[in-house]
C-alpha cells in the first residue's frame, strides 16, 4: 500500500464518521422537543421576524431542540420567504419540519384593532364581537378587573382559537414591553409613578381631541398635560368632564359608553372619579390611553394656561385667567 493511500484512507474515514455522526446529530435535533405534550400553544410571529429570531424564539419556548438546526432546515427546504406573520398553534410534540410547514402556511388568525381611549368594558365587548371562537367575556372582566388603563391599544395578530387568557396576556404583555420597558426613561424622568402617569394619561386621551374631535394630536395632548398637572400643582380642582362620563357609565338610549346627556347633574356626585369635586387624580384611570396620551402625560408642555375648551368644530381654545376662558365660552360654546 503507498504511502498516499496510508495517508488518504484515514482521512476519508475520519471524514466519513464526521458525516454520519453529523447527519445523526441533525436527525436528532429535528425530533420533537417532548412527543408526549401534545397540548398546543400560541406562537405569535410579527412582520418582518428574520428565521433567525423565529428559531431562536422556538428553542426559547421549547418548541424546538436547536435554532441552528431549524435555521438550516429552512434554509434548506427554501422556505426563508414563505415565513407569515400570525399566531400559530404549536406543541412541543411536532418535530422541526412539522413545525417549518405550520409557519410557513396561511394562520389561522384575526387581526384585531383596540383604539385609543376605550373602556375595558368597551375592549370586551369588542372582542366578543370578534370571531374569537374561545373568547369568554365574563372570564375576561375577571381578569381585567383592576387593569383599566393597562390593556394597550394597538393591532393584535390573534389565532381564532385563542383562550380568554391568551388574549389578556398578550393585551397586558405589550403594555409591559411598550410602556413599562419602552418608555422607562421618560417614566423616570418624569418624577410620578407609572400609575399616576397612567391616570392622568386616560384623562389626556378623553380630554384632547385633536384639530377634529376624535382625533389625536401630540401637541394638543402636551398642552393639555401642562394645564392638569399645574392645577394640581396648584391645589386646584381638575374639573375634567371625562370622568363624569366615566361615572355615568352606559348610556342605553345613545349606545355609548362616552354620553354627555346628564352629566352635569353629576358634578354633586360623591364618586371618588368626581374631579369638580374630589381634588388630584381620579383613583384608577378612566380609559386605556395610547402612547400620544401616555407621552404626553410624561412630557407635559409648560405654559401660562390654566383653562381650556373645544369648540363645535373641536378646535381648542386655551386661556391663562378664568376671565378668559369666560371669554372664550361665550365666544365659542353660547
Not at 53 to 68: N, P, T, V
Not at 253 to 266: D, E, F, H, P
Not at 317 to 334: G, S
Request: hydrophobic share 40%; glycine share 6%.
Amino acid at each position: 500500500m503507498s504511502k498516499v493511500f496510508k495517508i488518504v484512507i484515514p482521512l476519508v474515514i475520519i471524514f466519513l464518521t464526521i458525516g454520519v455522526v453529523g447527519s445523526f446529530y441533525i436527525i436528532h435535533q429535528l425530533q420533537p422537543v417532548d412527543p408526549t405534550q401534545t397540548k398546543k400553544i400560541s406562537f405569535t410571529i410579527t412582520a418582518g421576524e428574520a428565521a433567525s429570531e423565529i428559531g431562536k424564539q422556538l428553542e426559547e419556548k421549547g418548541f424546538i431542540k436547536s435554532a441552528d438546526v431549524f435555521r438550516l432546515l429552512i434554509w434548506k427546504n427554501n422556505l426563508t420567504q414563505n415565513m407569515q406573520k400570525g399566531s400559530f398553534l404549536l406543541s412541543p410534540s411536532m418535530t422541526s419540519q412539522q413545525i417549518s410547514l405550520e409557519i410557513t402556511t396561511e394562520p389561522s388568525s384575526l387581526r384585531l384593532t383596540i383604539k385609543e381611549g376605550l373602556r375595558k368594558e368597551e375592549i370586551a365587548d369588542y372582542l366578543a364581537d370578534s370571531d374569537l371562537e374561545a373568547f369568554d367575556r365574563s372570564e375576561f372582566m375577571t381578569l381585567i378587573k383592576s387593569k383599566e388603563g393597562f390593556l394597550y391599544p394597538d393591532t393584535y395578530i390573534f389565532s381564532r382559537e385563542a383562550s380568554t387568557q391568551a388574549v389578556f396576556n398578550q393585551l397586558t404583555n405589550t403594555f409591559d414591553k411598550k410602556v413599562v420597558i419602552g418608555m422607562s426613561d421618560e417614566i423616570a424622568t418624569s418624577g410620578r409613578t407609572l400609575d399616576q402617569l397612567v391616570a392622568m394619561a386616560s384623562l389626556i386621551q378623553r380630554e384632547a381631541r385633536g384639530p377634529q374631535a376624535g382625533s389625536s394630536d401630540p401637541i394638543e395632548m402636551k398642552m393639555i398635560s401642562g394645564i392638569l398637572w399645574k392645577r394640581i400643582e396648584l391645589g386646584m380642582i381638575l374639573n375634567v368632564d371625562a370622568s363624569l362620563q366615566y361615572i355615568k357609565g352606559y348610556d342605553s338610549q345613545q349606545k355609548s359608553w362616552w354620553s354627555t346627556n346628564g352629566i352635569v347633574a353629576l358634578k354633586a356626585s360623591s364618586s371618588p372619579y368626581n374631579s369638580y369635586k374630589v381634588a388630584g387624580l381620579p383613583p384608577t384611570p378612566i380609559c386605556n390611553p395610547g402612547p400620544y396620551a401616555l407621552k404626553a402625560a410624561m412630557q407635559p408642555t409648560t405654559s401660562s394656561y390654566l383653562y381650556y375648551l373645544h369648540d363645535n368644530q373641536g378646535r381648542v381654545h386655551y386661556a391663562a385667567t378664568l376671565e378668559e376662558h369666560n371669554q372664550n365660552v361665550d365666544a365659542y360654546l353660547r
